[in-house]
T-cell receptor
Framework: SQQGEEDPQALSIQEGENATMNCSYK?????LQWYRQNSGRGLVHLIL?????REKHSGRLRVTLDTSKKSSSLLITASRAADTASYFCATDLGGAQKLVFGQGTRLTINP | EPEVTQTPSHQVTQMGQEVILRCVPISNHLYFYWYRQILGQKVEFLVS????????KSEIFDDQFSVERPDGSNFTLKIRSTKLEDSAMYFC???????????FGQGTRLTVV
């Protein structure tokens, strides 16, 4: 299978702290994307990082990709209550091929 | 901002009945997908569609499932004879071209009773 694990499965932190979530995968990939899902709702795209990129930023989000370790991390800085959601990484083999999702990390930001 | 829209948001159906889930992808997108998420589990790929034909399908996408793009804007998923285990959230997604982000709809929650 293409996808591995995300950890932690659940993370609870205080508002203002940073949150780090990790994703590992098993095969070579072309792109890795991070999505957010609020409870029972749709998937919101956060950021796409290509296999030849090592780091990418978008606002309070920082994504790293280590292809030698087949892993990625998502860092949310200065967390807010509105960041409470599940976060998923998804990989693809390039082109317009399907996304393979991880199990996700459930993030809770306590006010 | 353009978005993928799905209807209905929630559908309850009797086991054995046919259901059609509807999606309107972003208008200039060329690749279309259906995924599903059983409650509390990860999102799983069902099928991809390009140039009016299926590009790839998963093991889940058996003969009970079909997809269609009947009029150049809608993209539908039909389940011919629903089973209890088809209960899930179904997501439609589209992309403009390869190696770009996928945009997902809000999902249709299908409950088979």
């Amino acid at each position: 299978s293409q996808q591995g694990e995300e950890d932690p499965q659940a993370l609870s932190i205080q508002e203002g702290e940073n949150a780090t979530m990790n994703c590992s995968y098993k095969t070579s990939i072309n792109n890795l994307q991070w999505y957010r899902q609020n409870s029972g709702r749709g998937l919101v795209h956060l950021i796409l990082i290509r296999s030849n990129e090592r780091e990418k930023h978008s606002g309070r989000l920082r994504v790293t990709l280590d292809t030698s370790k087949k892993s990625s991390s998502l860092l949310i800085t200065a967390s807010r209550a509105a960041d409470t959601a599940s976060y998923f990484c998804a990989t693809d083999l390039g082109g317009a091929q399907k996304l393979v999702f991880g199990q996700g990390t459930r993030l809770t930001i306590n006010p | 901002e353009p978005e993928v829209t799905q209807t209905p948001s929630h559908q309850v159906t009797q086991m054995g009945q046919e259901v059609i889930l509807r999606c309107v992808p972003i208008s200039n997108h060329l690749y279309f997908y259906w995924y599903r998420q059983i409650l509390g589990q990860k999102v799983e790929f069902l099928v991809s569609f390009y140039n009016n034909e299926i590009s790839e399908k998963s093991e889940i996408f058996d003969d009970q499932f079909s997809v269609e793009r009947p009029d150049g804007s809608n993209f539908t998923l039909k389940i011919r004879s629903t089973k209890l285990e088809d209960s899930a959230m179904y997501f439609c997604a589209s992309i403009y071209r390869g190696n770009t982000e996928a945009f997902f709809g809000q999902g249709t929650r299908l409950t088979v009773v």
